[in-house]
């Protein structure tokens, strides 16, 4: 499919900064939306981390967070933590006393490049920063702490990127329909959802999740996929299949457990494994490619013998094309959230988790392995493929490149190219 031809076009910059920015200089702008890759060698990309991309050196060491910091302190912040402190809180029709904080996020770009080596898709969007589901593992609370808020505060300050489509509209000029990663014989791809879920609750109230849907499904030839854990993504199934008509498009579900109690500890207030389920069966009788990530395999939890087999079967009679683990990876910001809440819930876990992650953000390499091998046979016992964008990715590189990438991703625990489980 050719692309549709594309005509730049203005976006105002009255609506990308809240008063009081007048002089703030670009330079001092971020549009990142940091977030590790939890799988890949070890070695860190140079450069503006993005959503995918892990920053050069550990966030949060040797510089203190002021998480006491309150939303409309500005004085002395730069870049994306200024844009934090001065953003407006959103309105919202919830009155829970359970609700987080909601803020309008005048970012400059919807579209944000991943330059690391380290995954195999050239750009990002994430609709919102911070995340409702509380995942006690989610890698992506380090994201926060670009903004000088500590990462406890990710599920409980949700800032919601204003003008997603006059934005995404404006970014597609960067857009290439010949990336790199393929030799120039394949379209860049696009991962939405990676550092936040797109079908968090606030997305029934603000829609930019929708909005950037809209503006992908005006074009062809793209190649985009989108992650999540809630089973709002059905709500969505007439844009998708608009996409799906002229472009490649991958939906991702996660599940990293069937046992509805252990879901409710882990991701608190993410929708129940059962309906994540219900929601691939819908995808699936709409035509839509679905795949389900089982990420990230937590030790010792979601592990034991026979489990993991049991949410791949489950994905398999849902329809699920692809299945895919990795074990999970935990960044200092993490680590503070769930080492403690292991400590507390399953204390003849904690000893293994502090000799494992105490200094270390990844298991071991032997248990990394097993765990690749583990998934390498129920990918083949029951016919799961390798994600579409992935396949064609792989068929386009040499094999030289192709057999170090196979190598790369079975030293790290499955084949799947990062944890995209953004919580």
Not at 188 to 197: L, M, N, Q, V, Y
Not at 271 to 282: G, K, S
Request: proline share 8%; with cysteine; net charge positive.
């Amino acid at each position: 499919m050719s692309p549709v031809p594309f005509r730049r076009r203005a976006v105002s910059q009255s609506t990308l900064f809240p008063a009081g920015f007048e002089g703030f200089s670009p330079k001092h702008w971020t549009s990142c939306d940091p977030a590790p890759a939890a799988t890949g060698p070890r070695d860190s990309s140079p450069g503006c981390p993005t959503a995918d991309c892990p920053p050069p050196f550990p966030i949060g060491q040797g510089a203190p967070r002021p998480g006491e910091r309150t939303l409309g302190s500005a004085a002395k912040l730069v870049g994306i933590a200024r844009l934090a402190a001065n953003s407006p809180a959103a309105e919202t029709q919830r009155n829970s006393p359970d609700r987080p904080e909601y803020f309008l996020l005048p970012v400059r770009s919807i579209l944000n490049r991943c330059d690391s080596e380290r995954v195999p898709f050239e750009w990002t969007i994430n609709p919102y920063r911070g995340c409702e589901f509380a995942c006690k593992y989610c890698y992506a609370r380090y994201t926060h702490e670009f903004m000088e808020l500590d990462g406890g505060e990710f599920e409980k300050k949700i800032f919601v990127k204003k003008d997603a489509a006059a934005l995404l509209a404006f970014d597609m000029h960067k857009y290439s329909y010949a990336s790199r990663s393929s030799g120039g014989q394949a379209p860049d791809h696009i991962a939405i959802g990676t550092a936040t879920d797109p079908y968090q609750p606030a997305e029934r109230e603000y829609g930019v999740t929708r909005a950037c849907l809209e503006e992908l499904a005006k074009r062809e030839g793209l190649s985009v996929s989108l992650i999540t854990k809630s089973n709002q993504i059905v709500r969505d199934i007439d844009v998708f299949k608009r996409i799906a008509e002229r472009s490649d498009l991958s939906l991702n579900i996660t599940i990293t457990t069937l046992r509805t109690r252990l879901a409710r500890m882990l991701e608190p207030r993410a929708p129940r494994p059962d309906l994540r389920l219900a929601a691939i069966r819908q995808l699936r009788e709409a035509g839509l490619q679905v795949g389900v990530s089982a990420c990230p395999l937590i030790p010792g939890l979601t592990d034991r013998e026979g489990e993991l087999e049991t949410v791949a079967e489950a994905a398999k009679a849902a329809g699920a094309l692809w299945f895919f683990t990795n074990v999970l990876f935990l960044m200092p910001s993490s680590a503070k959230q769930f080492l403690p809440f292991i400590r507390e819930k399953f204390p003849k876990l904690a000893k293994q988790y502090d000799d494992w992650y105490s200094k270390n953000g990844y298991a071991p390499d032997d248990y990394r392995k097993e765990i690749s091998q583990r998934v390498k046979v129920i990918r083949e016992k029951y016919g799961f493929v390798t994600r579409p964008w992935e396949e064609m990715t792989r068929k386009a590189n040499s094999p030289q490149l192709s057999l170090a990438w196979q190598q790369s991703v079975g030293a790290i625990g499955s084949d799947a190219s990062a944890q995209l489980a953004a919580g």
